[in-house]
Every structure is written in structure tokens, then in C-alpha cells.
């Protein structure tokens, strides 16, 4: 009976094992989805960000303001040209009222944009761009910043009740200073970010997997804590890369899915 039973559980065993081999197989031979197939699939195409336009347009915009400003005060407010058609022009509005509706229009432009830029680098991060985020973090607030200042300037200027000449002397000094410092930062914002969009790089994370691929002497990786580094900015881009990884995760496994299930 042993004999029989062993004999017969042997037989069960041979035959499972065959069955499974035979699902393997069928496993192994069914339709495979391509190394090429995936790689296209998975592969994210680059996406430039639009905002070096909007700098370069704000850009304009600042020095026509001050342009038109300075015509205004020199004709207008100090009276060096015709008085009827500046109040013609300007509809019976003094001059220093249109240079300060014309500074609280700009204003609201530098705010439009600086909320656009914010927006397009914090896509661009959570596409995997997290250098170009960090890099242009500092950069983004500037101009906001400058005009913001020259705002504070002009109402203590307006506030102080100086005379006629005097305030329009300082009011154009102040715009002036605007105009040196925040169409440069807005000129080195657009250098940047057409260079970032002509290089058309890959995502951060794809660049360090390509040079310890193909680099032997390559360089350790930011995510990790060295000599030297600042323990809040290592945190910070652990933080980055980990949601950076978390939706690529799940941008790869949606298509995987949707592949598999076109095979």
C-alpha cells in the first residue's frame, strides 16, 4: 500500500510540475510587449517652459513705461512743453496721477507674471527638473521684489509733499533705479530659460541614472548626505526626488497597463 501511495504521489507530483511548466511556457509564449514599444511609451516628451517670452514682453513693457513717464514729467508736470494738449492728452488728468496709475498697472503685471512663473517651474519640477526649480527659485521673486521697493519709495516721495520739481526729480530716480535693476534680472531670467528649453535635457533622475551607466569615475549622487552639505538641503531633495518617483511610478504603471491590455 505504501508502495502504491508513494508511487501515485509521485505521479501527482510529475504531473503538477508538468502543468506548471506548461503555463510557464504559455505563459513565455504569448504576445510580449516590445523593448521599443515601451521604451516610446514610457518615454516623456520634453516640454519647454513658456515663460522667457512673458519675461521678455514684461521686459518691453518697463522701459516704455519709463520712457513714456519721463515724457510725461518733463512735459507735463514741470511744464517744459504745451500745457493744453498735455491736458488734452491726458484728459484733464495731472501728470503725476497718470505716472502713478501707469507704476500701479505695471505692478499688477510684474504680480501676473511672477504668479506664472511660479506656476510653469512647479510643473516643471514635478516633472523631474528639480536642479532647474532650485536654481531659479531665488530669481522668480526678484523683479516682484524690485517694483514692490519702488512702490514703498514712491508713496513716502507722494507722502512727503515736496515741491513740484523736486518730487518729479525723485520720482524719476526712482524709476530709473527700477528700470536698472529688474530688466536686468528679467534679461538673465530669459537667457536661462531659453537655455534650459534649447538644451532639451532629460529629468534629473534619468541623467544621473545615464552617467553611472556609462561613467565609471562617476560622481555620488546629490540625495545623500556628505561633508560639507547642509542637512535641510539634502532633506529638501530627498523630499523632491521621492514625489518625483512617486509619479513616475504611477505614470509607468498606468501605461504598462494600457499596453498590456492593447496586446
Given at each position: 500500500?505504501?508502495?502504491?501511495?508513494?508511487?501515485?504521489?509521485?505521479?501527482?507530483?510529475?504531473?503538477?510540475?508538468?502543468?506548471?511548466?506548461?503555463?510557464?511556457?504559455?505563459?513565455?509564449?504569448?504576445?510580449?510587449?516590445?523593448?521599443?514599444?515601451?521604451?516610446?511609451?514610457?518615454?516623456?516628451?520634453?516640454?519647454?517652459?513658456?515663460?522667457?517670452?512673458?519675461?521678455?514682453?514684461?521686459?518691453?513693457?518697463?522701459?516704455?513705461?519709463?520712457?513714456l513717464s519721463m515724457c510725461v514729467s518733463v512735459l507735463c508736470v514741470l511744464k517744459c512743453g504745451q500745457v493744453e494738449v498735455c491736458a488734452r492728452v491726458l484728459f484733464n488728468v495731472s501728470g503725476d496721477s497718470v505716472i502713478v496709475f501707469g507704476k500701479v498697472c505695471l505692478w499688477v503685471l510684474v504680480l501676473v507674471f511672477t504668479h506664472c512663473v511660479q506656476h510653469h517651474h512647479s510643473q516643471a519640477r514635478r516633472r523631474g527638473y528639480l536642479?532647474?526649480?532650485?536654481?531659479?527659485?531665488?530669481?522668480?521673486?526678484?523683479?516682484?521684489?524690485?517694483?514692490?521697493?519702488?512702490?514703498?519709495?514712491?508713496?513716502?516721495?507722494?507722502?512727503?509733499?515736496?515741491?513740484?520739481?523736486?518730487?518729479?526729480?525723485?520720482?524719476?530716480?526712482?524709476?530709473?533705479?527700477?528700470?536698472?535693476?529688474?530688466?536686468?534680472?528679467?534679461?538673465?531670467?530669459?537667457?536661462?530659460?531659453?537655455?534650459?528649453?534649447?538644451?532639451?535635457?532629460?529629468?534629473?533622475?534619468?541623467?544621473?541614472?545615464?552617467?553611472?551607466?556609462?561613467?565609471?569615475?562617476?560622481?555620488?549622487?546629490?540625495?545623500?548626505?556628505?561633508?560639507?552639505?547642509?542637512?535641510?538641503?539634502?532633506?529638501?531633495?530627498?523630499?523632491?526626488?521621492?514625489?518625483?518617483?512617486?509619479?513616475?511610478?504611477?505614470?509607468?504603471?498606468?501605461?504598462?497597463?494600457?499596453?498590456?491590455?492593447?496586446?
Amino acid at each position: 500500500m505504501e508502495s502504491k501511495a508513494r508511487s501515485l504521489y509521485g505521479q501527482a507530483g510529475t504531473s503538477a510540475d508538468m502543468t506548471c511548466s506548461l503555463e510557464e511556457d504559455a505563459l513565455v509564449d504569448g504576445p510580449l510587449i516590445s523593448a521599443d514599444t515601451l521604451h516610446s511609451a514610457i518615454r516623456r516628451q520634453f516640454q519647454t517652459v513658456p515663460t522667457h517670452c512673458h519675461a521678455a514682453l514684461l521686459s518691453l513693457l518697463h522701459i516704455v513705461f519709463v520712457v513714456l513717464s519721463m515724457c510725461v514729467s518733463v512735459l507735463c508736470v514741470l511744464k517744459c512743453g504745451q500745457v493744453e494738449v498735455c491736458a488734452r492728452v491726458l484728459f484733464n488728468v495731472s501728470g503725476d496721477s497718470v505716472i502713478v496709475f501707469g507704476k500701479v498697472c505695471l505692478w499688477v503685471l510684474v504680480l501676473v507674471f511672477t504668479h506664472c512663473v511660479q506656476h510653469h517651474h512647479s510643473q516643471a519640477r514635478r516633472r523631474g527638473y528639480l536642479r532647474f526649480y532650485r536654481d531659479m527659485r531665488g530669481l522668480d521673486y526678484v523683479p516682484l521684489t524690485v517694483h514692490s521697493t519702488g512702490n514703498v519709495l514712491l508713496l513716502v516721495v507722494l507722502a512727503a509733499r515736496l515741491s513740484t520739481q523736486v518730487q518729479s526729480y525723485m520720482v524719476l530716480c526712482i524709476l530709473g533705479l527700477e528700470l536698472l535693476v529688474g530688466v536686468p534680472c528679467l534679461l538673465y531670467y530669459t537667457v536661462k530659460v531659453r537655455r534650459f528649453n534649447r538644451e532639451r535635457a532629460a529629468p534629473d533622475v534619468s541623467q544621473e541614472e545615464y552617467s553611472h551607466s556609462y561613467s565609471v569615475t562617476s560622481l555620488p549622487t546629490e540625495t545623500g548626505f556628505r561633508e560639507g552639505s547642509s542637512l535641510e538641503e539634502v532633506v529638501e531633495k530627498q523630499a523632491d526626488l521621492i514625489e518625483y518617483l512617486k509619479q513616475h511610478n504611477t505614470l509607468l504603471s498606468k501605461r504598462l497597463l494600457n499596453l498590456t491590455a492593447q496586446h
